[in-house]
């Protein structure tokens, strides 16, 4: 028997123990549940369980070798490569927020699952097997390498331009992590959403600090299981309740027609088109109130600091005050402040002010017009995640990491396999969740409101994760008076379908693997890059091991910090986040990756010239549409939302790359050489 056999089935016996362990652990809890352990010290003993099993993992897995920090060895069989991967790239965005994305725009939200798969194929196709063969360490690596240039034909603007690229995008990645595992944290211990996050960020610095990309990994190989196992639960649950069939794929085709019924049904109710009519009151208010700036803001604010002094003078209740003094501090301060925020109060009640959108209907819309710009920015999206995902720093560093070229194939294979057992999932739990909702809780009495609305609203007080009101006063609930994050609908679904909430606790734990392996890869992808393409490449090519590894350590809790302190302030929701992210991530590394290795003629000034334009485009086009950003989508191209930004950046980018290479000189023997070796059969 090979070394790489008694490897592989000693790996397989120790996560076999693993899985054993964790029925265990999950069959003890629920008969404690059953003898009236606390919910709270449920959530507790979850939290603590899986910090301590990623802490062991971690300690277990501590390393100082170059090779292992980085690359683990480059030992990892495809199979537990695939699932690492997997798990890296099940982020919270997959777990918490995709389901709840169809849950709010039905086929529109397919995207992310088209784009995000299709990507992966790119992966396998063009990228993975020649960065495996490549054999360093990062992908500012592989650029450097194959374009020179610089001091000495070492490729130094190459390479800091792709370090550049992986520390933006991997940032803006990791916040959207981080900001989940405060959201959960926060829900199931009862902290603090701050708090929540430094909590998280524990559990993430003790596998990336101690073992890097070995420790990571095998962490990783964990956290899938649990993601698995977590997700498939209650989506099974939901399945057996309203299709009377466990397997979910198969069965939420029976309860399409079901919630399409009631969507008619809804959509004609009389009671809900009084909720709907009282929006529209509402959102015509905002806008009289912005055709009349600037004296609407003026007298806006009059009457605030008005309504304050008559509280004061006349001996209001504190809580009168300080509901007074609250609406004052909130009020615009400027003109150009009140025109923004008006506008987007009006544009959210005109969306509540919409009957339900038929969830399994493609690009609706009231318009010819209104429906071709849903089904662009479908393509768009599909576009962007595709070619965003076959350029992320951290996942193509995971080709490194496996024995061989063969082995790197067969790992993008297994990649695929664990990534659809949940894809194929994600749109069953959307549908089943839905009716749930739409049959359970729609025409429910106000006064018997199930208790985890309380719980998910309590958790952000400023912007509730779900809040249901009664608008038109008839002591029922209405599909219209029901707003709901999608970054609630799967932590909340054990709850929603009446499972015990031991399960609840697993759907949580899960959340936080998905997040946790994630934001670990993230953070190793952009300490590697500064302590090896920056510091060991750039300023100390002399350093030894030891003092590479202990910077890239020092570099990872300093990165962490400062996400985990830009994810507090809540930026943004978890999708645009990511897509973000995807879209820098095509624009600006997309086409020297793949041009590098099908095209010999791309050179030293094409790969900058085309990583440049390719970032400056997509950042300006995000800069000029996102309302976050200053931007306004009135000056949008086409219609394309401003997360779709790499549709036109990674077309700028090619071309760039294309142009400049033509009109400067051709690359070196060198270059040629090491296109020939990467592209070679091993």
């Keep these: 028997m090979t070394a790489n056999k008694r490897y592989f089935r000693r790996l397989s016996g120790y996560y076999a123990w693993f899985c054993v362990c964790f029925a265990g652990f999950l069959l003890a809890l629920t008969v404690l549940e059953k003898e009236g352990m606390p919910r709270l010290w449920i959530g507790h003993l979850f939290m603590f369980a899986t910090i301590v099993l990623y802490a062991t993992i971690g300690v ?94 070492r490729g130094g603007p190459v390479r800091a331009l792709a370090v550049g690229a992986t520390i933006i995008v991997s940032f803006i990645y990791v916040v959207a992590q981080i900001y989940a595992v405060g959201l959960i944290a926060s829900r199931f211990t009862g902290v603090d959403f701050s708090v929540g996050i430094f909590l998280g960020l524990a559990s993430i610095l003790v596998c990336s600090f101690l073992g890097g990309m070995r420790g990571i990994t095998w962490t990783q190989v964990a956290q899938y299981i649990i993601i698995l196992v977590a997700f498939l639960i209650p989506t099974m649950w939901l399945s057996a309740k309203h299709a009377d069939n466990p397997l979910p ?76 003094e609250r609406a004052l501090a909130a009020y615009p301060k400027t003109v150009d402040d009140a025109d923004a925020l008006w506008r987007a109060q009006r544009a959210r009640l005109l969306a ?93 009495d106000f006064r018997s409101l199930p208790t985890w609305i309380s719980y998910w609203a309590n958790v952000d007080k400023v ?17 219209a008076e029901i707003a709901i994050d999608g970054d609630v609908l799967v932590l909340a679904t054990p709850e929603i379908g009446g499972l015990p909430y031991v399960i609840s606790g697993l759907v949580a734990a899960g959340g936080l693997a998905a997040a946790l392996s994630t934001a670990d890869g993230l953070l190793l992808a952009i300490s590697n890059a500064l302590s090896h393409d920056v510091y060991y490449k750039i300023v ?15 570099l990872l809790l300093a990165v962490a910090f400062i996400a985990a302190y830009a994810a507090s302030q809540k930026p943004a929701d978890i999708l645009s986040l990511v897509g973000a992210a995807f879209s820098l991530a095509a624009s600006t590394l997309f086409a020297p990756l793949v041009l590098g290795v099908f095209w010999k003629r791309a050179n030293h000034a094409g790969a900058i010239a085309g990583m440049i334009v390719g970032f400056l485009t997509c950042l300006y086009y995000m800069l000029r549409t996102n309302p976050i950003l200053g931007g306004r989508m009135d000056a949008a191209w086409f219609d394309i939302a401003p997360m779709s930004a790499g549709i036109f950046g990674v077309p700028a980018g090619i071309a760039a790359v294309v142009i400049v290479s033509l009109l400067t000189a051709p690359p070196g023997r060198a270059s040629n050489g090491l296109v020939d070796y990467i592209r070679a059969p091993e």
């Design 60 to 153: 277990v897995s501590r390393t100082s070798n170059v090779t292992e920090y980085y690359v683990a060895g480059r030992r990892v069989p495809a199979l537990f490569n695939g699932m690492a991967t997997a798990a890296d790239w099940i982020s919270a965005a997959s777990f918490i927020s995709l389901a709840g994305g169809l849950y709010l725009y039905g086929f529109d939200a397919l995207a992310y699952i088209m784009g995000w798969t299709g990507g992966y194929c790119l992966v396998a196709l063009l990228i993975a097997p020649y960065l495996r063969k490549f054999g360093q360490y990062t992908i500012p690596d592989y650029l450097a390498a194959r374009y020179g240039g610089g001091a000495g034909g």
């Design 249 to 324: 794929q198969v069965a939420y085709g029976s309860v399409l027609p079901k919630l399409a019924q009631r969507e008619e049904q809804l959509a004609a109710d009389p009671r809900e088109e009084a909720v709907r009519a009282q929006f529209r009151r509402q959102a015509d208010d905002y806008a009289a109130r912005l055709a009349a700036l600037p004296g609407s803001w003026e007298q806006g604010r009059l009457e605030a600091q008005r309504r304050l002094d008559t509280a004061r003078l006349r001996n209001a209740s504190l809580g009168d005050v300080r509901n007074a």
């Design 352 to 444: 509540r002010a919409q009957p339900p959108q038929p969830h399994a209907a493609p690009f609706p819309g009231a318009t010819e017009a209104e429906s071709n710009a849903r089904r662009n920015n479908f393509l768009a999206l599909v576009f962007c995640l595709m070619f965003g995902t076959a350029a992320l720093p951290h996942i193509l560093m995971r080709s490194y990491t496996t024995p061989s070229v063969h082995a790197a194939r067969g790992s993008v294979f297994w990649t695929l396999f664990f990534i659809l057992l949940i894809y194929l999932s994600i749109p069953a739990l959307a549908v089943l969740a839905k009716y749930d909702i739409y049959t359970s809780l729609v025409g429910s």
């Design 463 to 479: 912007n509730p994760l779900i809040s249901i009101t009664d608008i038109n006063g008839d002591g029922l609930v209405q599909l």
């Design 540 to 554: 100390d090519p002399g350093a030894s091991t030891q003092k590479r590894v202990t910077i890239s350590k020092l």
